[in-house]
């Protein structure tokens, strides 16, 4: 069993930055794909970001590139959400979660992730 848990949400203004920490305990897969998700009220729950179990590879939807990055520290089983240049429209829960499933790229698909964290609000005010 996975544990994730997400910090580092606030309420900031428009152009400044965030960082989430994504803090994982239990079993860790190896192989595996940790994303960010986000759900602003009212809508569905989107993919933001991912990162491969060595790094290796990144991912980004295109509406958060060039401002998110995604990293992740192994020795502290941490994922982290570095979050620049912030908008209103980035406002929502941000989640973790976890794919335990091998692929070739990434899925954004949040049913594909088996273990996700409680969530965090970020509030990016105009």
């Known amino acids: 069993q996975v544990q994730l848990v997400e910090s580092g949400g606030g309420l900031v203004q428009a152009g400044d930055s965030l960082r989430l920490s994504c803090a994982a305990s239990?079993?860790?897969?190896?192989?595996?794909?940790t994303g960010w998700f986000r759900q602003a009220p009212g809508k569905e729950r989107e993919f933001v970001a991912g990162i491969r179990w060595n790094g290796s590879s990144t991912y980004y939807r295109d509406s958060v590139k060039g401002r998110f990055t995604i990293s992740r520290d192994n020795a502290k089983n941490t994922v982290y959400l570095q979050m620049n240049s912030l908008k209103p429209e980035d406002t929502a829960v941000y989640y973790c979660?976890?794919?335990?499933?091998?692929?070739?790229?990434?899925?954004?698909?949040?049913?594909?992730?088996?273990?996700w964290g409680q969530g965090t609000q970020v509030t990016v005010s105009s």
């Open positions: 239990g079993l860790i897969y190896s192989r595996s794909m």
């Open positions: 979660a976890i794919d335990t499933t091998y692929r070739l790229g990434y899925s954004a698909i949040g049913d594909d992730y088996e273990y």
